[in-house]
């Protein structure tokens, strides 16, 4: 009776031991997603304000060259 009883207390505990660890293995892979979410949503983030940048110097860029060839056609057609 003694070792069947020690059998089934080593069989519960084994079973606890591997709920135990599939738990763990969920919680360490909801962490890797979240850590993964975070990072693209940082990574989009950073690209938008590169893009956002690029846009305004070009812009700045066109309105000078328009800016410089209007005065340039204002000056040959009145000088």
């Known amino acids: 009776m003694r070792m069947r009883q020690s059998i089934a207390e080593?069989?519960?505990a084994f079973f606890e031991e591997v709920e135990e660890d599939?738990?763990?293995r969920d919680r360490?892979?909801?962490q890797a997603?979240?850590?993964?979410?975070?990072?693209?949503?940082?990574r989009r983030n950073r690209q938008g304000s590169?893009?956002?940048?690029?846009?305004?110097l070009i812009l700045l860029a066109t309105a000078l060259a328009v800016t410089i060839a209007m005065f340039e056609?204002?000056?040959r057609l009145l000088g």
């Open 73 to 75: 056609t204002l000056s």
């Open 22 to 24: 599939r738990e763990q």
């Open 33 to 42: 997603e979240r850590r993964m979410r975070k990072r693209d949503a940082q």
């Open 50 to 56: 590169i893009r956002f940048a690029a846009l305004v």
């Open 28 to 30: 360490i892979r909801r």
């Open 10 to 12: 080593i069989e519960q």
